[in-house]
């Protein structure tokens, strides 16, 4: 008979630090009681994980591979204590996407883990999205081992060493844990790119495979925290009066407020009312002033709204807040030709000094705005009835696109080729799920596509945070798997995922980790069968599409309902059938998925419409002539 092998120092060792931390409630506090010496023998992989936690990261998105088993069995016993969660997925793409809307969404850094070889570049095509947009994840790659026994298995077949770690670098920042002792260096670099105040990214940690279970001295002590930084504003008050005298002499000014105005709500509202000026948003800061504000003139740029282009074609003073003007967002240049000189807010300097005649002030863009009102309001320097025509017309232009949407809104069902009878028009069907959501208190996520480029038109928040557009890469798929981030999240918000067709199909593997992981949330997938954006843009450009849809029937809805613990349901083809089945939906404990056919063709009333200019096609050449003439 045989004797059961006895349990391993090892893990006896990892299970007791373990029990400790989850004891006392973290590192610091395990530290505090005794319980948990400050100077510990550890692997590198119990290193890395001690070292996160030491930053609040205790959750993770893993696929794990021949280059992740240390690391697996570290988190194997440190989740079995309490201390850490595990989400296993499907795919690299997906959890990265999941990842990065938990940072996004609920604030909570996380860290995904996979092996070197196309899992690894998979999810570092993932983590664009991240960098895109500013937010902060971990990702923690099996790399090859140090000692160049010859080609590891996945690794890039080149006779050059850390390939894996320059791709990283080249994305954003990267470390090699080439020594265990390195790990202190290591986790001050990750916590300083994902928690900076500014401009987070990704981190990529490469972790050898000989180097993950070799023993080495932590203390714990001086493992690095969560990176903080206090809110800072200019200490000199030159830029502050120079600023204040633009916007005095001003005329027509205009705030754009980018994706960095995200909770700063309060105090951006209170500088287009201090001082009179309408706010154009980005698609990542609908809802920074709210929607019926008489200063919210909506989203502006090559997709934006006629009220939003007005006021940027017509400004003679721009005030860009944490905006990185982006070419969609700023026409590629042009979307202010009338603007002399630029205020610019932001705590990149690079990106605060984008455009040219710009006085800059750099920092937290909260602490900038309060002091710069306070500077104003003691200023006593500006008459607001001087800017009474130009609030006048911005209003005006604010009703002409408010009866535009109507007409879209309440467009009856239009005749379409691919489904050869009458659809809802996708303007109308995204207004009545964005409605649903509204009464939901739901979170909205737009994927890639013509879905997005749509829904951002037509949100009507009343703060940030109540719909997440992934534009920085427009990464198809990324609002399905954004869903998964409820399964993790300390307080989940039910949401609800728009997408295309075309996004959908890119991570369906969602359906599957929604259901295994518990997700409460919703997908509507509008099927207009093509690639709709990249027709329009086509047909607008050249007067035909190309290559752009198929004659593929799909039945999404028997899709979904083939996984076990999925709810489907069939929107039909009206308004009223579509609201049926959210509420259908919207009622499942768990995932659901609403199938809604929707129209693609020539009639203006099927969208909403492009009101800028962009650098692309058969544009160029007018785009780039007209940027020569700017004067900012």
């Not at 069995?73 to 959890?95: I, K, S």
């Not at 090699?176 to 990529?204: E, I, N, Q, W």
């Not at 737009?446 to 480029?453: K, P």
Request: some cysteine; glycine content about 10%.
């Amino acid at each position: 008979m045989l004797k059961s092998a006895p349990e391993d120092t090892g893990s006896n060792a990892i299970k007791k630090r373990a029990r400790a931390i989850a004891q006392a409630g973290g590192v610091d506090a395990a530290l505090a009681n005794g319980n948990l010496e400050d100077i510990v023998e550890v692997s590198l992989s119990e290193g890395l994980v001690l070292g996160l936690l030491k930053q609040g990261v205790r959750k993770y998105f893993a696929i794990f591979g021949h280059g992740s088993t240390d690391l697996g069995e570290v988190l194997r016993l440190y989740e079995e204590a309490g201390v850490t969660r595990t989400l296993n997925c499907r795919n690299e793409v997906e959890m990265a996407h999941a990842a990065t809307a938990l940072a996004w969404q609920y604030g909570e850094t996380s860290a995904v883990v996979t092996s070197i070889g196309p899992g690894a570049l998979q999810a570092m095509a993932g983590s664009l999205a991240a960098a895109s947009n500013g937010v902060g994840v971990y990702h923690i790659y099996g790399d090859e081992t140090t000692h160049g026994e010859g080609y590891n298995m996945q690794q890039i077949p080149k006779e050059q060493q850390g390939l894996f770690g320059q791709m990283g670098a080249l994305m954003g920042q990267s470390y090699v844990l080439h020594s265990p002792g390195a790990l202190r260096d290591c986790m001050r670099r990750g916590t300083a790119c994902v928690h900076h105040p500014y401009k987070a990214g990704p981190f990529y940690v490469l972790l050898p495979l000989n180097t993950q279970p070799q023993l080495t001295e932590v203390s714990l002590a001086t493992l690095p925290d969560k990176f903080h930084s206090p809110a800072v504003a200019p200490a000199q008050s030159d830029p502050f009066t120079q600023a204040i005298s633009l916007i005095a002499d001003s005329k027509r000014p205009v705030i754009k407020a980018g994706g960095g105005c995200r909770g700063h709500d309060e105090v951006v509202t209170r500088l287009a009312e201090c001082i009179g000026a309408p706010v154009v948003q980005s698609p990542g800061s609908t809802g920074v002033l709210p929607d019926a504000h008489p200063l919210n003139m909506h989203v502006g740029g090559s997709k934006g709204s006629i009220c939003g282009n007005y006021a940027m074609e017509n400004a003679d003073l721009l005030i860009a807040i944490g905006t990185r003007a982006v070419c969609q967002a700023d026409c590629s240049g042009v979307g202010y030709p009338q603007a002399k000189a630029v205020i610019n807010i932001n705590g990149d300097l690079s990106d605060m000094m984008h455009y040219a005649n710009t006085i800059g002030l750099p920092g937290d863009i909260s602490a900038v705005i309060s002091k710069l009102i306070e500077e104003f309001i003691n200023s006593k320097s500006l008459d607001q009835s001087a800017r009474s025509n130009w609030l006048e017309s911005c209003t005006e232009q604010k009703k002409v696109w408010a009866d535009f949407k109507v007409a879209r809104f309440e467009a009856p069902p239009l005749m379409d080729a691919a489904w050869d009878r009458t659809v809802l028009t996708q303007p109308a069907a995204i207004k009545i799920v964005a409605d649903h959501a509204a009464a939901l208190d739901a979170a909205k996520f737009f994927d890639a596509g013509d879905v997005q480029a749509n829904g951002f038109q037509i949100v009507e928040d009343d703060r940030t945070g109540d719909t997440i557009t992934e534009t920085g890469a427009s990464y198809m798929g990324f609002s399905v798997s954004a869903l998964l981030a409820s399964a993790i999240a300390e307080t989940p918000r039910y949401s609800i995922a728009f997408t295309g067709d075309g996004s959908f199909m890119m991570n369906p593997q969602v359906l599957i980790d929604g259901a295994e992981h518990g997700v409460k949330g919703m997908i509507v997938l509008f099927d207009n069968r093509r690639m709709a954006a990249i027709s329009g843009l086509q047909h607008a450009q050249y007067g035909r599409e190309f290559r752009t849809n198929d004659s593929v029937a799909v039945d999404y809805g028997q899709l979904a309902s083939s996984v076990n613990g999925i709810k489907s349901v069939f929107a039909g083809y009206d308004s009223d059938s579509l609201q049926i089945a959210l509420n259908e939906a919207s009622a499942y404990d768990g995932l659901s998925l609403v199938h809604v056919p929707v129209y693609a063709g020539d009639d203006p009333l099927g969208g909403m419409g492009a009101y800028g200019s962009w650098n692309v096609g058969n544009w160029v050449e007018d785009v780039q002539a007209r940027y020569l003439t700017q004067k900012i």
